[in-house]
């Protein structure tokens, strides 16, 4: 086995969002996966609609999106105003910044875009943000690559996996978080089968992870997420492996809803579970997970399905689309810093101020 197969770098062939001559090129999520098709934005605010209505999602796939969506934004105000765009821009990393409440990697993306800005840029803007931004994304893959690595050498030969939400090259740079690990542990042949819960309500297991693992030719089978309980009492699946939105410093995680309940069930069943983010997901600025905001979304999200509207006219309903998973029930956070098993709040400031 060559060491790029033993990465999963053959499973490595999609990509959510691009540069291409002086726009951003989206995958629209969407479509998938009647139809692949691309968006191409040239504003800012074109951007920030984009990751409001979830064409592009995940949190690190919203943080690249944003950064070169700062490209944009420097580009016309340069042009408009080309003394006073940096106060020009103000507003608009505020606006781009505020398009998605819980995943900090929209905020962690704009703040050191911000920076080169405040830093001084002499001319131009574009192409020193450009590299800014080309340099997020690139970081981003690598990390996702290292997580691979990281999280894989985690499992042993043979098992069975269970994961949530979308986590793969749609809702990254590249090659994915949770999803890395399953292309690098699949390679490796530590993960035989891979379970994908459909997670409802905008479904971003059956759509997307679904969709991803078959383009990767990686088998992939899913569950209807209140499944999950009784896939782990037939001693299915020996990790239950997700991403993440948010991890603060106490190790509390915010991820996609339906999260914590598997949380609360792998325990129950003996199974681990592992959750897998760049350290650009954690903020160490909120001391625990009661202080995350949660995105609550349309009703209309839940009443329909695939489109199709399921729910009888009268009826309300509640659309949370995070929840946090309580440190305490993670066995370990994979980071490309490195892996913390049994997260506390000394275990997750050890990590972040270590020079690894
Ligand atoms: O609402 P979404 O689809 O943006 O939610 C995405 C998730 O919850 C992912 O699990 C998370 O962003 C990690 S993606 C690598």
Known sequence: ???N???????????????????IKLIDQHLL???LEYLYLGTLDHCA?????MAVRGAPA?????????????RDCYIENPRDWTEAIEADLEHLA???????????AVERMRAVIRAGIPGNPVPRLLAEARAIHAEDIAANR???????????VGSGVLTHCNTGSLATGGFGTALGVVRAGYAQQRIGRVFADETRPWLQGARLTAWELVQERIPVTLIADGAAAWLMKQNQVQWVIVGADRIVANGDTANKIGTYMTALVARQHGVKFMVVAPTSTVDMATPDGDA??????AEGEVFEFGGARVAPEGARAWNPVFDVTPAELIDAIVTEKGVVEQPTRAKMTALMTSNS
């Open 33 to 35: 996966p009647a139809r």
């Open 62 to 74: 919203i943080g690249i999106t944003a950064a070169y969506a700062v490209v944009l934004g420097a």
């Open 146 to 156: 290292r997580m691979g690595e990281l999280g894989a050498a985690l499992i042993a």
């Open 5 to 23: 197969s033993e990465a999963g770098l053959q499973y490595d062939r999609i990509r959510a969002v691009e540069w291409e001559e002086g726009r």
């Open 49 to 53: 609609q984009a990751i409001r209505d």
């Open 1 to 3: 086995m060559t060491a």
């Open 98 to 108: 505020h398009a998605r409440p819980t995943a900090v990697n929209l905020r962690w």
């Open 292 to 297: 995350i905001p949660i995105e609550t979304r």
